[in-house]
């Protein structure tokens, strides 16, 4: 049965207005994934099949769409930004909310959408604070049918070698592809995400077994020589032997 929801969230960060609004607007994969900038006008194409329906650099920026393609489960979608300035301009705070409808199992929908924003939100914090403007090579990759298991988000912290005890903002060694050992800061941690921040990437660990999909791994990789495919090998890899 189709129902209306709304995902609202607060957050102030290290970063002006400006950085904030091009972060949004043209730097979505270094903390999301690459998206084509909106039409700087209200009415203009958005990405996705979206609609602008209100452009005010950097103040506040909406997109919508209708007819969700390519996700039976919605037939609205709708992000709104509003950015104001904190301290004289040198912080922002931010207020988002994406809201829509969605029309299948919608509490599974709801709760997956609402726990992936608050990791999203807080990986643009982390980019805007450690990252933005440096380019970013993005890399994305799902894990085998085996990490669907109802406790197949466990498989991550044993494969990282990250210890039980290790704490958001805790620096960790952890066991990257090939086995190769990672020096990193544990910046999200909980039982549906990890969140690693190297000298030069956001990696990030997604417990999507929670909601019947497999776990994923993502990587914003900020060096001047990253390589995507290679990163994507890599760490495919990784999940594979992981879940062997």
Do not use: C
Request: negative net charge.
């Amino acid at each position: 049965m189709s129902k209306e929801f709304e995902i609202a969230r607060e957050f102030e960060v290290d970063a002006t207005p400006e950085e904030v609004w091009e972060a949004i607007t043209r730097g979505t994969g270094g903390y999301l994934w690459p998206m084509e900038p909106p039409e700087p006008r209200v009415g203009g194409a958005g990405p996705f099949g979206s609609e602008v329906v209100a452009w005010d650099p950097p103040h506040r920026y909406v997109n919508r769409v209708a007819n969700v393609e390519g996700i039976s489960q919605q037939t609205l979608n709708q992000l709104d930004h509003t950015i104001e300035p904190r301290d004289e301009g040198r912080h922002a705070w931010v207020r988002y909310v994406h809201s829509g409808i969605f029309v299948d199992d919608w509490d599974n929908q709801y709760d997956g959408a609402s726990k992936h924003t608050d990791f999203y939100l807080h990986t643009l914090r982390e980019y805007l604070t450690h990252f933005a403007p440096r380019p970013v090579t993005f890399a994305t990759l799902n894990g085998p049918e085996a990490s669907t298991g109802a406790d197949a988000f466990t498989v991550v912290a044993g494969a990282l070698g990250l210890p039980e005890d290790a704490a958001e903002g805790a620096p960790v060694s952890v066991r990257g592809p090939g086995g190769q050992s990672l020096d990193a800061v544990l910046d999200f941690r909980n039982p549906y995400f990890i969140g690693l921040r190297t000298e030069d990437a956001l990696i990030r660990f997604f417990g999507r077994n929670h909601w019947g999909a497999p776990v994923g791994v993502s990587v914003h990789d900020f060096a001047p020589d990253a390589d995507a495919k290679a990163n994507e090998l890599a760490w495919q890899q990784w999940l594979d032997e992981a879940y062997a």
